[in-house]
């Protein structure tokens, strides 16, 4: 595959020559040459760890490079780069925190870079207003100026922040991760919002692990991998086999569940199960050594059943059974006697403590495993325990004792599963298990899940992403507007056909 | 759509508080007429003045996201200086007097700002460590005497009037000077907090730290100036609270500062930052003091204002948590 030239022969907005970086013994960076022209939507893709938040750290003068690192903006040789410096030359980065100050009105938000410098200086209300409404004009967006921040939905914010950097005169605009809290229709309008930029003559660089959101927004590609720049594609020659191959360096078969006989015994059923406003009238029924799928667009209400089967979100009607009896779950303690698992689909905020050791994290759920003679924890079974689930789970880890935010997510994602699995489950409710982990590191999560339902457990996996779903799972249900269709068997579908059926374009009846 | 006038006002802390405010009084002026004049209204007002401009120093500090409990000390060791140079060298200047606290405040404020931003420990320990190291120090070097001896002049202007009023008895009563001094201060902080680029920064570093770094703010400059605003406000409260008792005491204001805390959250500021209004920490301070005054006037014990002053302040900050909870449970849903 020949490298993508630039479009047209415009002199790039940004280049970035010979973009080395060291941490300490880890070249983190090597030789990456990395350009941008005017009005382009370009994606930058890579594992975590290949070198992509570092080169985005160089460009916004977060972390000094390596001598001989060059870098040129609009033509301009820029040296001793520092972040306040990179926005007066209009390079802008929408975080994924979005940093906006949330209890300020969507007008000072917009116009806070009037504020940057120093002094006792006044600042004029109508000018911050006008300046605000300027920007949300021409961009035509419809914001409530004097709402405060906080009030707004997340897709809202996330338009203000782009406002923001429009307002004082952005010409790269770096969206990090930008879809990973937002539904389709959010998404498809942040993609139509960012087109409209680029043709107004903004660069924007768009990084995300969605491959599907790549190949539709970018018209360019840039893959990294293990530092060092792979290529850069033009999008229409791409596909996301491709990208994996490139991204990782191995050839991928995309995983499709084996042959599978249904198995028999069923573990969790609910009957017309319904919490007014989140969801209604939910039957499934869940069997013993069966990954089921429940697929559907955020805000469907996945993650609110989710919620009520481990007790923390109590239904309004209908029931649940656990082998065939019928159970109240009205915590979620009644959720873990019953064996009924959940990982939460943040895992970070709500699955892991970051701050402990990998072993605290690994026994938490059951303490009991762990009591020594006189009813105090034992450090010994302690150790023991955490070990086996490292070694159970494939845990690339330095041992038991490191906080566990020093793992990568796809180790830390395999510790909360361990932690799961040493309760003996019989039922484990998975959200978004793969959600924000590399390429790579998802095939082993997939191993994991595998092994589970060999073991016996019924997996429910919830997910909004079409492949996950299909890779994973032999039957899927899909959940819309807070009801429940089918299930389909996914042998017969692909990403396709399933997301149209998400999306309603296609009748449901496979 | 845009939410009316009215529902935003009943949104707003200030109201409720004048709500509070105006069935306390009906309360207290039930059980004791006297409580309802002007007399008693002017003389709530003096004898809080210097509290409220600790209030007003404290409030950019918490809006900003972070606390100062060491103010009083500040104030102590400015009014000590002050009074060791007015009286040794009898230097008869009231000016003079108002002046010297205040470089001393920002002085020890701006050690608080250094302390806070290159440490990176929660200000309320290193304040309280600094109240505690500041107090002290001033203590072991002066051995705790008290000083008196103002020349003439100092009482003079702690008698000003700024006007007077004669009531329907025929009494004459005025307001005084320290009154307006709180009155100006709190226009003072309230055009920095609303109308200066360094008041926006103090709002938006209490909403998202991060963000604000990532925007390019000099943090450190920030905190130099809320430390120092609240210094150099301590400064002027010692001024008023040594006119007013004509005497400097090192152990008099020690001891207040959860009292000034209190008012300023009570005012609606958050302890965690971003939110806080000079209006809300004003009706705060006086809320305070009508119940302290209140409670002398019935001729309860003194114990039972710290009783009612704690049952204030829970009913206060429940009514604040409540709001903030149904806001933030109904996001997105406009009035």
Known sequence: MVSAQPRRDEAPVMS??????????????????????????????????????????????????????????????????????ALQHGIHVVHQDLSLFPNLSVAENIASHKYAGHGLRLVGWRETNELARKVVNELDIDLDLQKAVRELSVADQQLVAICRSIASEAVILIMDEPTAALTHFETQRLFSFLRQLAERGVS??????????????????????????????????????????????????????????????????????????????????LRSGEILGLIGPRGAGRTELALSLFGLNPPDAGRIYVEGKPVEVRTNRDAIRLGIGYLPENRLREGLVLDQSIENNTVITDLAQILGRW?????????????????????????????????????????????????????????????????????????????????????????????????????????????????????????????AMIRHEQELAV | MKSSVWQRVLQTTEFYLILVIVLVGALISFLNPDFLSLQNLFDILRRNAFLGIFALGLLPVLISGGIDVSFTAVATIAQYIMALVITTHAVDSVLLAFLIPIPIGILLGAINAWIVTYTRVHPVIITIATLNAFHGLLVFITGGR????????????????????????????????FILMWLLVAVLTWFVLQHTRIGRKIFAIGGNLEAARRSGFNIFRIHLFVYGFTGALAGIASFIHTAQNQMVEPNAIVGRELEVVAAVILGGASIFGGKGTVLGTVLGVFLIGMIRNGVILIGLSSYWHQVTFGFVIIVAASINAVQSQLRTRNPGISL
């Not at chain 1, 160089?58 to 000094?64: D, E, F, K, L, Q």
């Not at chain 1, 390596?66 to 001793?80: P, Q, R």
């Not at chain 1, 360019?220 to 229409?236: M, P, Q, S, W």
Request: a negative charge; proline letters at 4%.
């Open chain 1, 16 to 85: 970035v020559r010979n973009a080395n970086k060291h941490y300490g013994g880890v070249h983190a960076l090597r030789a990456v040459e990395f350009e941008m022209v005017a009005g382009e939507v370009h994606c930058l893709v890579g594992e975590n760890g290949s070198g992509k938040s570092t080169l985005v750290k160089i460009v916004t003068g977060v972390v000094r490079p390596d001598e001989g690192t060059e870098v040129f903006v609009s033509g301009a040789k820029l040296t001793h780069l520092t972040p306040y410096a």
């Open chain 1, 204 to 285: 924007v660089l768009f990084i995300s692990h969605r491959l599907d959101e790549v190949l539709e927004i970018g018209e360019r590609v840039t893959i990294l991998r293990d530092g060092a720049k792979v290529g850069t594609y033009a999008a229409e020659e791409l596909n996301r086999n491709e990208i994996v191959r490139l991204m990782t360096g191995k050839e991928v078969t995309s995983g499709r569940p084996r042959d599978y006989t249904r198995p028999e015994v069923e573990v969790l059923r609910t009957d017309g199960l319904t919490r007014h406003g989140q969801y209604e009238d939910v039957s499934l029924e």
């Open chain 1, 375 to 499: 009813r105090f924890t034992d450090p010994a079974k302690r150790s023991k325990l955490a070990e086996s689930v490292i070694n159970d789970f494939h845990v690339v880890a330095p041992g038991v004792k490191p906080r566990a935010r020093a793992l990568s997510g796809g180790n830390q994602q395999k510790i909360v599963l361990g932690k799961w699995v040493r309760t003996s489950p019989k039922c484990l409710i998975l959200d978004s298990p793969t959600n924000g982990v590399d390429v790579g590191a998802k095939g082993g999560i997939r191993q994991v899940i595998d092994q589970l339902a060999e073991d016996g457990i019924a997996v429910l996996l919830i997910s909004d992403e079409e492949s996950e779903i299909l890779e994973n799972c032999p039957r899927t249900l899909i959940m819309r507007d807070g009801r429940i269709h089918g299930p389909y068997e996914t042998a017969e579908l692909d990403e396709e056909r399933l997301r």
């Open chain 2, 146 to 177: 008290w000083i008196y001896g103002f020349p003439a002049s100092f009482a003079d202007f702690a008698r000003v009037q700024v006007f007077t009023v004669t009531d329907a008895a025929g009494r004459t009563l005025g307001m005084s000077v």
